[in-house]
């Protein structure tokens, strides 16, 4: 009997030592992937570190939010073209590379903005800067929202509609109604919602729309083999188009909340545009970039019949998609090259402030040269890990002759960038390490004068109802606040 124990406790011990032994061989296996697909230098260390050092702590994480690279879309994408070029509706090379030629010179609503700027964000993005415009500014849930509405009322041959976070509450019944009554007066549908930001929809809302005949398809980013314990990566973008004539783009979803209706965030304060003229089209041409990666087929529409006329206006507008599919680290490079061309002053305004070595290099530079560098960042957190690291880089960029401030009246989610007297740029960004590498998020850079004013007077409102953050707020800090600051930061890269 006692060697009938002493062979079992041996056995165990043999076997758990075996699966001791091949967790740290995973681990090994796991850090050398880390360190040759892993973007930065530090993320890549963290997490060879720690996969060698506590395999049985981070094989787990590693697998949904270590790949640093979205696999698969830069295929479809490939493909797509590849479809678009033998499309019977295709446009002919003349016309392909008409967006691309050199435009005409700039006139006096333009000419303070650096043409190299747009030639940089041309090749970063795929998309070329594109003439004769409108953008309508809409400020918070309501104006933003009844604009929509309105416009899908209107609706006569197509309505595109894709959103990060869509609730089932009474924002989002009316968007279900809205949608079900276009396609039962012969308007077609498409419905494309990101799976995890939608992780509560209830599945009878998608059920419902597409018995009621809307094309409604989740954006999974787990499509592929490759990318299937991926939960890192997520689509970000807010598009409504409708049409081809009118897109709306900025950082409201479908939900109360958004319209200031939720406490303790309350009032709710965000940023969309209303786009009119040739920009459309290219914002449209992003949307069908992400309904082929979900369904790979194209919209039954495209590409869309007719040619989108010109708006009797001289606005220049750029359409910036950026995410993990991208050669490059797309957003990041973005804002670099914004603080890059600010002259006079660059304010930007985010919910949550977690830089980049890269970008904050490029702010501090733009500060030292003597731009009016500011940030306008929310006083209210609605996650608690991100507003701590925040704070701490909010007073890393205070040091840095930075100006930061927090509005005060409600949460603020608004994502906007203004440059000099000409420039704006509105969208669903936002200026942290999950906008700049793993969301798939959406920019409209406008130039023009008048646009630009409307913009910096907005901003001049939201500062008014704003407080400065000045350096003595960190050193009055109580310790523990400090180390909850400084741990919060540890997570930067998934932040």
Request: glycine share 6%; hydrophobic share 45%; proline share 5%.
């Amino acid at each position: 009997m006692l060697n009938f124990a002493i062979f079992l406790i041996f056995h165990n011990w043999l076997t758990l030592g075996s699966l001791l032994v091949c967790i740290h061989l995973l681990g090994i296996v796991a850090a050398c992937h880390a360190i040759l697909h892993t973007r930065t230098s530090q993320g890549a260390i963290a997490w060879a570190v720690s996969l060698v050092a506590m395999p049985y702590l981070t094989l787990i994480p590693y697998l949904f939010l270590g790949r640093s690279k979205f696999a698969g879309y830069a295929d479809a994408r490939r493909l797509r073209n590849e479809i678009l070029r033998h499309h019977p509706c295709a446009p002919s090379p003349q016309e392909k590379s008409a967006p691309h030629a050199p435009t005409a010179p700039l006139d006096a609503t333009h000419v303070d903005f650096d043409e190299r700027t747009l030639q940089t964000l041309t090749r970063l993005g795929g998309m070329p800067p594109v003439e004769g415009n409108q953008v309508r500014l809409l400020v918070n849930g309501a104006e933003t929202f009844e604009a929509i509405f309105a416009a899908i009322e209107q609706a006569q041959r197509y309505v595109i509609v894709q959103f990060f976070i869509v609730r089932d509450d009474a924002l989002g019944q009316r968007l279900k109604d809205a949608l079900l009554a276009c396609v039962a007066r012969g308007v077609r549908v498409y419905f494309l919602y990101d799976s995890i930001g939608c992780f509560d929809l209830p599945k009878r809302y998608v059920q419902a729309l597409r018995a009621g005949g809307v094309n409604a398809h989740p954006f999974f980013t787990h499509h592929y083999f490759v990318n299937r314990f991926q939960l890192n990566f997520r689509n970000h973008r807010k598009i409504v188009v409708v049409d081809g004539e009118r897109a709306f783009v900025g950082g409201h979803n479908v939900g109360v909340e958004y319209l200031g209706e939720k406490p303790p965030l309350s009032p709710w304060r965000d940023t969309h545009i209303e786009v009119r003229g040739p920009a459309v089209a290219n914002i449209e041409f992003v949307f069908t970039e992400d309904w082929f990666w979900a369904t790979q087929r194209l919209p039954e529409h495209y590409p869309a019949s007719g040619t989108v006329k010109k708006e009797a206006h001289d606005m220049r507008c750029l359409v910036m998609p950026t995410g993990p599919a991208d050669h490059y680290e797309t957003c990041s490079l973005c804002f670099v090259e914004l603080a890059r061309a600010a002259r006079k002053r660059l304010w930007i305004t985010t919910p949550y402030l977690v830089f980049d070595e890269a970008v904050f290099a490029a702010l501090r530079l733009a500060a030292l040269r003597g731009v009016d560098v500011r940030v306008l960042i929310p006083a209210r957190r609605d996650h608690y890990v991100v507003f701590e690291a925040s704070m701490l880089y909010a007073w890393d960029a205070v040091r840095a002759g930075i100006r930061v401030f927090r509005y005060q009246p409600g949460f603020l989610h608004q994502k906007v960038a203004l440059i000099d007297d000409t420039a704006a740029a509105i969208g669903t960004a936002n200026l942290d390490n999950r906008s700049f590498r793993l969301n798939f998020e959406l920019m409209v850079l406008t130039v023009h004068r008048g646009f630009a004013a409307q913009v910096e007077a907005m901003l001049l409102h939201d500062f008014a109802d704003s407080l400065e953050i000045s350096q003595r707020e960190y050193r009055n800090a109580p310790a523990w606040h400090k180390m909850a600051m400084h741990v919060a930061r540890l997570f930067a890269p998934i932040l």
